[in-house]
């Protein structure tokens, strides 16, 4: 007799859902080895392959024999080009030793969560936010406090509304900008606004997720940690995954003050020692090299968005905003709830990525993983053909429901 064992799992782990993100992706795949045509638009992963000329430093790197451990918080000469980076993109001053490269910004903010959490630990979440946040802070031993912004406000939080969630267990404020899942852009005045208020508590932290600073629509993308006044307590992230098309390269990184850097090291030093060595010596270069291929794919987001923004205002019971960046939109759908084809009916998000999923054969993930359950999150990292059938698909199929 088969006895389920999982209740000897963990407390911490049982207490964690799965990343709903990557269990969409991976029902799609699954549909799909089962024959079944389905388009994935769930998964945050530009659909362009690396660039070539990344791809031929890691070659070299190889063939040069970068293949063992690297110093725990990345190569020097990594370090090094982020540390110029920040300076000349983002007029941030992060020295080498302020620098910790990881496994993905992913394994970049559970190294800051285990850092400085302790039990009780409030983090302030801007809401909707993506969604491994959530789980990384409860695991790390915080407490998520979920501040949110609809689609009314751009899906943005105000300097008010945080500084009415900032109590005496406040330690971090954790949100991206271009934000996944919203594709909301914050302006350079209203992270000045964000920043006189974090200001005012020295005691808190503020976790600027900044992945898709290449995939910004507006300009000259704003970093919280430019602002004197917040410096100090600013934990700057970014990554390779989104503007470089490196997702399986797996490196993120991050700048922050000396003692939580190294803090950082020290928790990544007992995980994974640190990430891999060829890759982070084809990084080093990328970040000095030819930026065409990113502007390129920016282009094609821009594209690709005005493109789905006109198919999905063309669906009744949908209403999106326009998003300043990213390559998601996050369109509500709560005039479709109490909806059914009789068969099947709509009542919260969960219900509407499923049955898109099951009648239309396309993956998007339910808002609800993002923290709003009255909107879904598309994926437009798609090719333009794809993105019209599968919009095609799901208004055939939503019209059917009354
Ligand atoms: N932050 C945000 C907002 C993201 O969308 C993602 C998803 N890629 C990450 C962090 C993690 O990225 P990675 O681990 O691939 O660097
Ligand atoms: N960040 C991407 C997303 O939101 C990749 C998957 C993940 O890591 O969650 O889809």
Redesign the pocket.
Known sequence: MAIDKTKYLSKKLQNMSESATLKMAQKARDLRAQGKDVISLSI??PDFDTPEHIKEYAKKALDEGFTKYTPVPGLPDLREAISQKFKRDNNLDYSKDQIVVSN????T?ANIMLSLLNPGDEVIIFTPY?VSYNDIVRFAGGTPVFVKAGIEKDFKVTPDQLEAAINPKSKIVLF?SPC?PTGSVYSHDELLALAKVIDKYDNLFVVS?E??EHINFLGKHTSIGEFDIVKDQTIT?N????GFAM?GW???YMGAPDWLAKACAKVQGQFTSGANAFGQKAAAEALSGDMGPTQNMKAAFLRRKELVLSLINDIPGITCNNPDGAFYIFPNISKLYGRSNGLLTINNSNDFSNIILSEAHVAVVAGAAFGDDQCFRLSYAAADEQLVEALARMKDVLQNFK
Do not use: P
């Open positions: 945050g992963q993905g910004a992913k394994q903010i993506w991206s996944n997720d992945i898709y992230v990554g390779f995954s989104k997702t797996r490196l993120g």
